[in-house]
């Protein structure tokens, strides 16, 4: 075949062939990042196009899926917290949901402003002093936020993503009696509180916990009896560069699911 | 108040929307931004702008109502002509994957010549073209991506193709030159 013969090819097919992505190859929701980005698109703070917004803290990364498992898999949870409590909180550089955020763990003696206040001294939004005050706010995802000012209706918030502002008063979005739906969850919901605080007070004991230290805590947790019909899974993606075991709770498979971090 | 009981569910069905169309719109926007964006950001916008106007997200049209979001999206982003470069040069660039058929095995010249006729297409060509043979939308769908009626992607689809054809017979004969030395015009539709 000559080579101008091999050029009659059709060029559509031609196109069609060689498609420059494939999708094989790219990273689903199984991947972490990717489950970040979901995370932090329902809490109203997406990573954006310019590299501005991204995590500041290694223990950030590190508690997330402890976010992702607030927003997503069990919100139930929430409905029995005192909001004052929350397992995780994000810390916002600036009072405004579009803003620069870490997601921390709280401890149970620690409120949410405390946590972000020690953020701020550590110096993980750089070298600024931390702000004079910080108010905390619960997002309409049942997210709570900590902002740089003095209440939450100082707080800006993309025109689109406007939400009852009601909810944006701190310490009163979970004070009214909770529906009746949350009551039915509420013996799982606080059995997956109890066993996710164990989990996450060990789990930070660790520098960087490798997937077998975690999955000794996880299996650790089981045997008590505390989820009772949960397993452990391990997720694909653990190599030299993500090394770190962290934590997703998927409450309608009833998993505790160990996702690979990067230091 | 947050009635989180109610939203609950909302968030559930949203996470089945991002699993099971994430990669698709990932896919569509890496093949569209110019290089150093980042696809994943793009992505993500798209995901954000679904999660903010989930109500008006069409049940059984969903991924095609993201690409039209993520079109939309990378048009805010980057300018027309950067889209349209970044897509090429993208094929250009590309090796060769899979021969034609037993016969026949596309080379990088072949690509080269390809990326040169597409050059010459404009923009609506472009999109057209590519929503129907790398996202593999029917035409129904390509028509709610581009936002037409199903009869119109027809026949731009018809004609696109008639384009494409006849500027690659053109551009066998100019391969060496490089697709946008002398396509700075834009060609066209």
């Given amino acids: 075949m000559s080579r101008s013969d091999r050029r009659r090819a059709d060029p559509l097919e031609l196109l069609r062939r060689h498609n420059p992505v494939d999708l094989r190859t790219l990273p689903g929701t199984d991947d972490t990042d990717v489950e970040m980005a979901f995370v932090r698109i329902l809490a109203g703070t997406p990573p954006t196009a310019s590299p501005r917004r991204r995590f500041l803290h290694r223990r950030t990364a590190l508690l997330l899926p402890a976010a992702l498992a607030l927003v997503a898999a069990t919100t139930a949870v929430l409905l029995t917290r005192d909001v004052s409590e929350p397992a995780a909180v994000g810390c916002y550089r600036d009072a405004s949901t579009d803003a620069d955020l870490i997601v921390a763990a709280t401890g149970n003696d620690v409120s949410a402003v405390e946590t972000c206040r020690q953020l701020w001294q550590e110096g993980a939004f750089g070298a600024a002093p931390p702000p004079p005050e910080l108010t905390e706010c619960v997002l309409p995802s049942g997210v709570v936020a900590v902002y740089p000012a003095s209440d939450c209706s100082a707080v800006s918030q993309p025109a689109e993503t406007s939400q009852p502002t009601a909810s944006a008063i701190p310490g009163t979005a979970l004070e009214q009696p909770l529906p009746p739906t949350s009551q039915e969850h509420s013996a799982t919901a606080s059995q997956i509180e109890t066993a996710r605080d164990r989990l996450l007070a060990r789990l930070l004991e660790h520098e960087c916990p490798s997937v077998e230290q975690a999955a000794e805590l996880v299996t650790e947790v089981l045997d008590q009896g505390l989820l009772p019909g949960w397993d452990l899974e391990v997720a694909a993606g653990f190599q030299p560069s993500r090394p770190c075991a962290s934590l997703y709770f998927d409450e309608v498979r009833k998993r505790i699911e160990l996702v690979p971090l990067g230091r | ?189």
């Fill in chain 2, 1 to 189: 108040m947050v009635n989180l009981a109610a939203a609950h569910p909302r968030e559930q069905a949203f996470r089945e929307i991002y699993e099971a169309h994430y990669r698709t719109v990932l896919g569509y926007c890496a093949r569209r931004v110019p290089p150093g964006a980042d696809p994943a950001d793009v992505t993500a916008e798209t995901f954000t702008t679904a999660w903010r106007r989930f109500d008006d997200v069409p049940n059984d049209h969903v991924l095609p109502w993201l690409l039209a979001t993520a079109r939309r999206t990378l048009a805010n982003l980057y300018r027309s002509e950067q889209r349209r470069r970044a897509l090429i040069e993208r094929l250009r660039t590309t090796p060769p994957r899979q021969p034609l058929d037993h016969h026949d095995i596309a080379t990088t010249s072949d690509l080269a010549t390809l990326a040169l006729a597409l050059a010459k297409l404009g923009e609506r060509d472009l999109e057209i073209l590519t929503l129907s043979v790398w996202e593999e939308l029917p035409h129904r769908d390509i028509a709610r991506a581009i936002d037409v009626a199903e009869s119109t992607v027809a026949v731009r689809l018809h004609r696109a193709r008639r384009r494409l054809a006849k500027e690659y017979a053109k551009a066998v004969t100019g391969v060496e030159h490089h697709p946008f030395e002398d396509t700075r015009r834009g060609g066209g539709s």
